[in-house]
């Protein structure tokens, strides 16, 4: 099963303080654990919000919304996606993430394996499959 940890925003990632030189490392440090255990698949942090915009949508109507956003605790500041055989197994990654503050949201992918078949009818079903399976 794969997941996602998601790291939540902060006031000091959304005005684009970046980390301490110490925490880099110990990020760095992190994810060649991930690595090397054969769990991690991606892992990236993302610019402040005030970098960003929001596409919102209503009926055929498509409207922009540019960054910065008011409520960071519902931001996100990066992402990590592992591989793993359960959600514990998952919530023991993200308890190793090498921050004093903040917080990690962990959450499962949906796989298309997971989609019935009259939502998902096999042949779209074995279409997406072979797109993920090229993506890597």
Same mark, same amino acid.
């Given at each position: /099963?794969? +997941? /996602?940890?998601? &790291?939540?925003?902060?006031? =000091? *990632?959304?005005? $684009?303080?970046?980390?301490?030189?110490?925490?880099?490392?110990? /990020?760095?440090?992190?994810? =060649?654990?991930?690595?090397?255990?054969?769990?991690?698949? #991606? #892992? =990236?942090?993302?610019?402040?919000? *005030?970098?960003?915009?929001? &596409? *919102?949508?209503?009926?055929?109507?498509?409207?922009?919304? =540019?960054?910065? +956003?008011?409520?960071?605790?519902?931001?996100?500041?990066? +992402?990590?996606?592992?591989?793993?055989?359960?959600?514990?197994?998952? &919530?023991?990654? #993200? $308890?190793? &993430?090498?921050?004093?503050?903040?917080?990690?949201?962990?959450?499962?992918?949906?796989?298309?394996? $997971? +989609?019935? #078949?009259?939502?998902?009818?096999?042949?779209?079903?074995?279409?997406?499959?072979?797109?993920?399976?090229?993506?890597?």
């Amino acid at each position: /099963m794969r +997941f /996602m940890m998601i &790291v939540k925003a902060s006031e =000091d *990632s959304e005005a $684009g303080v970046l980390p301490s030189k110490e925490l880099i490392a110990a /990020m760095g440090k992190y994810n =060649d654990e991930l690595a090397k255990a054969g769990v991690l698949l #991606a #892992a =990236d942090g993302l610019q402040a919000s *005030s970098k960003g915009a929001r &596409v *919102s949508f209503s009926g055929a109507k498509r409207t922009v919304t =540019d960054g910065p +956003f008011a409520e960071t605790k519902e931001l996100i500041a990066g +992402f990590w996606i592992i591989q793993a055989k359960t959600l514990d197994e998952a &919530v023991e990654w #993200a $308890g190793r &993430v090498p921050f004093e503050e903040g917080e990690v949201e962990v959450r499962q992918v949906q796989e298309v394996s $997971g +989609f019935p #078949a009259d939502i998902l009818p096999p042949e779209d079903a074995a279409r997406e499959q072979a797109l993920r399976d090229a993506l890597g």
